[in-house]
Structure formats: C-alpha cells, structure tokens
C-alpha cells in the first residue's frame, strides 16, 4: 500500500537491548515488504563541541565516534543475522534524535523506534517527545516493546476521521503480510455537556445512536476488506473511552494501529493523557500513523 518506491524501513539506535528489539522488528517489516533497511544513529556530540577523539593515555578506539559507530554495526549485525536477504545499512547522522528521525521520515516507509533507550534516545517516548515525533513524522511510526507476538491479530482504531481511514489502511496491510487476522474498534460515548449549563436532550434514541456508529465502523472497513479479502476481520463497537478499549485489545494483539489525530473521543489521542495511556499501557507494539504521503487509498 505504502508506494515511496525504494524507500527504506528506517531504525533508530542507540545501543539499548531496546533499540535491538526495534532492530529486529524493523528488519522483519523491511523483509516483508522487501524493502531495504536503514539504522540509523543520532550523534549529538559535535554539535556541542564534545572532543570526539581518543583521549590521551586511553585506548584510540575509545573515542565517541567510534563509541558510536560500534552501536551502528552491531545493530547492523544483529539485522543480519534475522535476515540474510534484506539490504542492510548504516550511518551516522549528526544531530538530535528527534529533528533526525524526522527528516529520515521524509523518505522512509516506515520509521521503527524502542520503547526505552539510552542517551539521545532515553526520552523518545516521555513526555512531549513522543508527540513530536509520531504527530509529525512523514510515513507511518512503530514503536517496538520486546519481542512481538508471533500469533493475535492486528488491531486498529477507528474513527471515521481521515486519519483513522489512512490507519486502518496501514493496519489491513500489515494484517496481509503478517498472514493474521485484523480487529477494528470503534468507541462512542453518551452525548455529554461541552460547558457548564448546557442542556441535553431529555431523550434520544438510543438504538439509533448504536446502529448509526455501527454503520460509520462498517463503512469505513468496507472498502479495505474488498482491496485484502484474504484478512478476516472482526468488527468491535465499545461504549466507552479509546484509549482502555485499546490497551485491553492490545494485550492480545501482535500490533496496535493507531491514527496520528482523531475526532471525537479519538481526538486527542496523541495529545495528553490518552497517548500516555496507549504510549506506556498498549501490550503490544504501537504504529501511529499521521500521514502516508504518496500512498494508494482504498
């Protein structure tokens, strides 16, 4: 689905056992959508003035370049040794994680982060960090916790937005290769005050209300179960809020699909306390997807 004609799957390293489980994850997605893969190192330090050669009566080889391009070739190695037929490379890109990660997206398909890491990395998912970089990053973000699941289904959510068409998109192609089946959930709420004193309505119908956000999920699963009819997939309407719908379904899930922005309840799902709730709480690993410049749409 993702057209970027040879762009790379992109991974972000810094040395940390999570940064290799991304390595891993990364290579498996680069495999399958045969595409290269890219690891990628954020180096700080000249832009700070650090010495960046051996220091006198130490080792040379202790210097922070070479510090650093030992990170890039173990994570090379590690990708390798997952994949013989994927075509790895590596480099060393001065600057800070995040403005790195985000010109890489310009031109990746996919960008594959941990979720902890060391130095540059360490706070890639605390704070207003994660934001900036899975609201906007270029192509699709995965966000890698462990070892995946190698059984469950792919899980996504929706909300009729655009975003959310783009995510479960994303979500039926990752289904198709992973050779899985694809749960989609739609939450709704009670209508509820905007402000204080507003007036509700003393009534409304309330099978109407399930039957229209019933129709608005199947509607917007319709036309990608046509493009992957080969994906079963199992359609899951929730009164409630996204975000504990989400982690419940993640537990059980090898990957949970989200969209950049939403509306509705979805709406600020990367924007507050519900992306600290699917960022830290989702059992599985997370692919936000913001935007999907250049892609097909169904």
Known sequence: MTNRSG??????VDGSASALDAVRAATREATARNRPLRVVHAFIWPLIGTPLGPVPGVPPEAGLRNLAEEVIAEAVAEARKISAEVDVTGELVDGSPIPVLLRESRDAALVVLGSRGLGGFAELLVGSAAVQVSARADCPVLVVRGEPRADGPVVVGVDGSTLSTEAVGFAFEEAALRGTGLVAVHTWLYPTPVAPGDILPVAYDLDSLIEEE??????TVAGWSERYPQVPVRQRLVRGAPAPVLVEESAAAQL??????????WGGLLLGSVSHAVLHHA???LAIVRHRRDADHG
């Open 7 to 12: 762009a790379p799957v992109v991974v972000g």
């Open 214 to 219: 019933g129709r608005a999920l199947a509607e």
């Open 256 to 265: 949970t699909v989200v969209g950049g922005h939403g509306r509705g309840a």
């Open 283 to 285: 059992r599985s690993p």
